[in-house]
T-cell receptor, first 111, second 119 residues
Framework: QKEVEQNSGPLSVPEGAIASLNCTYS??????FFWYRQYSGKSPELIMF????GDKEDGRFTAQLNKASQYVSLLIRDSQPSDSATYLC???????????FGKGTKLSVIP | EAGVAQSPRYKIIEKRQSVAFWCNPI?????LYWYQQILGQGPKLLIQ????????DSQLPKDRFSAERLKGVDSTLKIQPAKLEDSAVYLC?????????????????FGAGSRLTVL
């Protein structure tokens, strides 16, 4: 069973700080990595995806992928109270058509 | 473009009863997914369709759950008979194509979900 692990949190950061969310995965052949944000009572919405090792930036968000360490992270710069949500890491494994989600990390940005 | 439509939004039933959820994906999206999300957990894939064929149903409890995708568009997920542990949000999602083909942003777009409470 392919696994995606996330610290459930809650992770609390002050407004304006950098929030760092981490995710590890068990399938070394995994190819595609996604970060979704889920507000309480709402459905997940895509933040960004990354396929290649290194960093990918989109506005205040940066995804970092290290396939050798089987590790993907999401950095949120200048965190805002509106960023308070659960962040889900999702991984598409090798030889599988299944997108596997972690349990999510709950982020609280304190004003 | 219109999003993924789901109904009903909420359903309360007693154990051993049956329930059905409906999903209409984004127009033109070939791949449709049903996920189950239990409170405090991440979504778990139940079944994935590519057009009207099943790609993956390895985690679908087939003794009580069934799903179909008529004509490669709408889909229905049925639970019969329901158990207490089926209480969850059932999320439908769609994508242009199967996730993993690195041809672009073949990402999942989720519907609002159907919240099921089994008493």
């Amino acid at each position: 069973q392919k696994e995606v692990e996330q610290n459930s949190g809650p992770l609390s950061v002050p407004e304006g700080a950098i929030a760092s969310l981490n995710c590890t995965y068990s399938d070394r052949g995994s190819q595609s990595f996604f970060w979704y944000r889920q507000y309480s009572g709402k459905s997940p919405e895509l933040i960004m995806f990354i396929y290649s090792n290194g960093d990918k930036e989109d506005g205040r968000f940066t995804a970092q992928l290290n396939k050798a360490s089987q590790y993907v992270s999401l950095l949120i710069r200048d965190s805002q109270p509106s960023d308070s949500a659960t962040y889900l890491c999702a991984v598409y494994g090798a030889g599988s058509y299944q997108l596997t989600f972690g349990k999510g990390t709950k982020l609280s940005v304190i004003p | 473009e219109a999003g993924v439509a789901q109904s009903p939004r909420y359903k309360i039933i007693e154990k051993r009863q049956s329930v059905a959820f409906w999903c209409n994906p984004i127009s033109g999206h070939a791949t449709l997914y049903w996920y189950q999300q239990i409170l405090g957990q991440g979504p778990k894939l139940l079944i994935q369709f590519q057009n009207n064929g099943v790609v993956d149903d390895s985690q679908l409890p087939k003794d009580r759950f069934s799903a179909e995708r008529l004509k490669g568009v709408d889909s229905t997920l049925k639970i019969q008979p329901a158990k207490l542990e089926d209480s969850a949000v059932y999320l439908c999602a769609s994508s242009l194509d199967r996730v993993g083909r690195n041809s672009g942003a073949n990402v999942l777009t989720f519907g609002a979900g159907s919240r099921l409470t089994v008493l």
